[in-house]
């Protein structure tokens, strides 16, 4: 069972009304990432988090941005969401970033469909 | 720029069959290895990580061959349940997480039929 929360599961909205995704867990995971995924294109990284207060680009960060006030939660902003944020996003974590975060894997939320009118 | 590449598929394979996939890698300074499985419209869920003497969880095998820069993926007396779709990931070292290092393959979707 996935050790973060999602909400919404399901959202369609219309081009340019902001919204944001949260993305919470209680295990005291420091890192955390969004991905989004797309037919024919895979899964992609948003953004991830190292720890409270840094946060990164992932590989599409445009259009989105991210906020880790505090450790529990990543959410994930869409200031004017445009219809090629339609997707499936994911937000993710790794249980123990000892030994290296390039050794662990990445558990994925249960995910969050969005479709942008 | 790094690439993991997967035969998309579909396999189609009769109940009870072996079947295996591989994925192959570009980056051979590639470290970390893992399979992972995604059902339709569900998240991806670790399968099993790739030790490079190659690794058994039950019905599952999972080889490294760092020469030809690949890892493969075998099911033994394949389930319905096993039909999904299997991504593998491969990871850099020192990467901190980042995409730069982190790089999923589009996955190998796979159909049991009774």
């Not at chain 1, 219309?14 to 995924?37: A, F």
């Not at chain 1, 200031?79 to 558990?107: K, M, V, W």
């Not at chain 2, 720029?1 to 590639?30: L, M």
């Not at chain 2, 593998?88 to 070292?93: D, G, H, I, S």
């Amino acid at each position: 069972e996935a050790q973060v929360t999602q909400n919404p599961r399901y959202l369609i909205t219309v081009t340019g009304k902001k919204l944001t995704v949260t993305c919470s867990q209680n295990m005291n995971h420091e890192y955390m990432s969004w991905y989004r995924q797309d037919p024919g294109l895979g899964l992609r990284q948003i953004y991830y988090s190292m720890n409270v207060e840094v946060t990164d680009k992932g590989d599409v960060p445009e259009g989105y941005k991210v906020s880790r006030k505090e450790k529990r939660n990543f959410p994930l902003i869409l200031e004017s969401p445009s219809p090629n944020q339609t997707s499936l996003y994911f937000c993710a974590y790794i249980r123990d970033a000892t030994g290296g975060l390039s050794n662990q894997p990445q558990h994925f939320g249960d995910g969050t469909r969005l479709s942008i009118l | 720029r790094k690439e993991v590449e997967q035969d998309p598929g579909p396999f189609n394979v009769p109940e009870g069959a072996t079947v295996a996939f591989n994925c192959t890698y570009s980056n051979s300074a590639s470290q970390s290895f893992f399979w992972y499985r995604q059902d339709c419209r569900k998240e991806p869920k670790l399968l099993m990580s790739v030790y490079s003497s190659g690794n058994e969880d039950g019905r599952f095998t999972a080889q490294l061959n760092r020469a030809s820069q690949y890892i493969s993926l075998l099911i033994r007396d394949s389930k319905l349940s096993d039909s999904a779709t299997y991504l593998c990931v491969v990871n850099l070292p020192g990467s901190g997480g980042g995409a730069d290092g982190l790089t999923f393959g589009k996955g190998t979707h796979l159909i049991i039929q009774p």
